[in-house]
């Protein structure tokens, strides 16, 4: 075979670039890829003072994105924009791996393993000013899910949680995209929770253990059978929820956020507005569940059936407390059999006590109470805008 003059030249050329361009090189900045960080990948963080976008496989090994990228391949030598998914199961799944950093938007389109025994984060951090990621469910699974060895904690930060679903998932018909079902530690900072469906606790189903959600925002998740369109907490499972936002989620019977049989939670700085269920308590049911309010509004909030009862909030109490205090305030919220259902509160049990802060319920408010709950009027506390956060 005849080949042109100095053609020879250029294949020993370009056989010389393919063996250097395998070789490590320090990662890229700002290339848009996913990183995973594990104990030997921080460690060498530390020591070399690499930058945020520096890339550590599983096993702590560093690789060159815009190498990668030149070749049509990511580290493990996989097609790019195909594995996001793998490599998220592989660092839940892997003991060493503690959180998972995602500079792009990403699909989940089968079930991920439930993580167990380890304290793990995933976080966002796209865009030119590290914002949100997308992680979509595509309404093929569901999201999270937790096991029962002891120290398991999600954290999740700075994502979008979008059209996760409980069909072909590992959760049964409950907490579409995250399931804490046998206790555990969750963390929520700067999410957005946005059309997922469940059977109930679309957005977040924890139970046992404990939750603390900060600055999120939980927007038309629906619950399809029972309670809970954002969020459901059950079984003792005690929370903190600060300035965050429940808007247009909706739930056939329970709350667009439902707490019940034990526990505690307590919410400041909450907006609920425009939620909507069948029967009990619009915006939040509470069943048997300490729980606080502090300058937290309640909005447009509805319960629709004609049997409803609490338009904004529900409490069926026997032996917890409920409390309203710190500017925490009620408007249009909506139920069809006023005033005996209660268009902003209704109460009801055996047990318990709902306590308001200010000296008064305050004349604007609708409240309808019933059955033997003591209910009390008491001074705000002295300083409302540093209240202490309770223990988890």
């Not at 490590?24 to 890829?33: K, M, N, S, V, Y």
Request: hydrophobic share 35%.
């Amino acid at each position: 075979m005849c080949w042109p003059r100095g053609t020879c030249c250029l294949l020993v050329w370009l056989a010389a670039m393919a063996v250097v361009i395998f070789v490590p090189l320090p990662a890229a900045r700002g290339e848009d890829t996913t990183l995973v960080r594990g104990e030997k990948g921080e460690k060498e963080e530390e020591e070399e003072g690499a930058g945020t976008a520096a890339g550590y496989g599983a096993r702590g090994g560093r690789y060159d994105h815009t190498v990668s990228r030149f070749l049509g391949l990511n580290e493990d030598g996989d097609p790019l924009g195909s594995t996001d998914e793998k490599k998220l199961a592989e660092a839940i799944a892997d003991p060493k791996v503690s959180f998972f950093v995602l500079q792009k938007n990403m699909a989940i389109l089968s079930p991920l393993p439930i993580l167990s025994g380890k304290k793990f984060s995933v976080i966002g951090n796209c865009g030119s000013e590290g914002g949100r990621c997308v992680i979509k469910g595509g309404r093929k699974t569901n999201g999270f899910v937790t096991g029962d060895a002891a120290g398991t904690t999600l954290i999740l930060q700075d994502l979008e949680m979008v059209g996760f679903t409980t069909a072909n998932s590992t959760s049964g018909n409950t907490g579409a995209a995250v399931f804490i079902p046998l206790g555990g530690h969750l963390v929520v900072h700067n999410c957005l929770f946005w059309s997922n469906r469940a059977g109930a606790g679309a957005g977040i189903h924890i139970r046992r253990g404990s939750y603390k959600i900060s600055h999120s925002q939980f927007v038309d998740n629906v619950a399809e059978v029972l309670g809970g369109g954002a969020i459901l907490a059950d079984g003792g499972a005690r929370g903190i929820v600060t300035g965050t936002k429940f808007h247009k989620n909706r739930a056939p019977r329970m709350g667009a956020a439902f707490v019940g049989i034990g526990g505690t939670v307590s919410f400041t700085t909450v907006e609920f507005k425009s939620n909507e269920v069948g029967f009990f308590g619009g915006a939040i049911s509470i069943n048997d569940v300490s729980a606080t309010f502090l300058n937290t509004s309640f909005v447009s909030n509805s319960a629709k059936e004609a049997m409803a009862k609490g338009g904004a909030v529900r409490i069926l109490s026997r032996s917890a407390n409920t409390t309203f205090c710190c500017d925490t305030s009620f408007s249009h919220n909506t139920c069809p059999q006023e005033p005996d259902a209660g268009n902003d509160i209704h109460i009801s049990g055996d047990g318990g006590e709902v306590r308001f802060c200010g000296g008064a319920i305050p004349p604007q408010w609708h409240v309808k109470i019933s059955g033997n709950v003591i209910v009390t009027t008491v001074p705000d506390t002295p300083d409302c805008t540093h209240e202490p956060e309770p223990e988890l």
